[in-house]
Nanobody
Framework: QVQLVESGGGLVQAGGSLRLSCAAS????????MGWFRQAPGKEREFVAQ????????SYADSVKGRFTISRDNAKNSVYLQMNSLKPEDTGLYYC?????????????????WGQGTQVTVSS
């Protein structure tokens, strides 16, 4: 199993930017699909973005398309989420996750490894 540690969260004003990072360890990182999910208080965890091992396949939730960019650096065992034009509704705990299979409609159940999350708060 792969171990994941997120960083980069914080408090930002609406319209601002943040870059989240996820550091992975464990020999099973290779070949994994990496994803980002988020969870707001009182709401279910929702998909944000995912990227294949080689970076050739990427998908986003409709709510973040055009504002967020997912990327990865396999040499550093890391995945990133660049978040621009942030909105108050982007507030939540952001999780990094790893999966072995690509799904066109990813859900939390399709990802087997999770980090502890990093808090993102966007003020209006």
């Amino acid at each position: 199993q792969v171990q994941l540690v997120e960083s980069g969260g914080g408090l930002v004003q609406a319209g601002g930017s943040l870059r989240l990072s996820c550091a992975a360890s464990g020999r099973t990182f290779r070949g994994n699909i990496m994803g980002w999910f988020r969870q707001a208080p009182g709401k279910e965890r929702e998909f944000v973005a995912q990227i294949s091992w080689g970076g050739g396949s990427i998908s986003y939730a409709d709510s973040v398309k055009g504002r967020f960019t997912i990327s990865r650096d396999n040499a550093k065992n890391s995945v990133y989420l660049q978040m621009n034009s942030l909105k108050p509704e982007d507030t939540g705990l952001y999780y990094c996750a790893a999966a072995s299979t690509w799904y066109s409609r990813p859900a939390p159940s399709t990802f087997g490894s999770w980090g502890q999350g990093t808090q993102v708060t966007v003020s209006s």
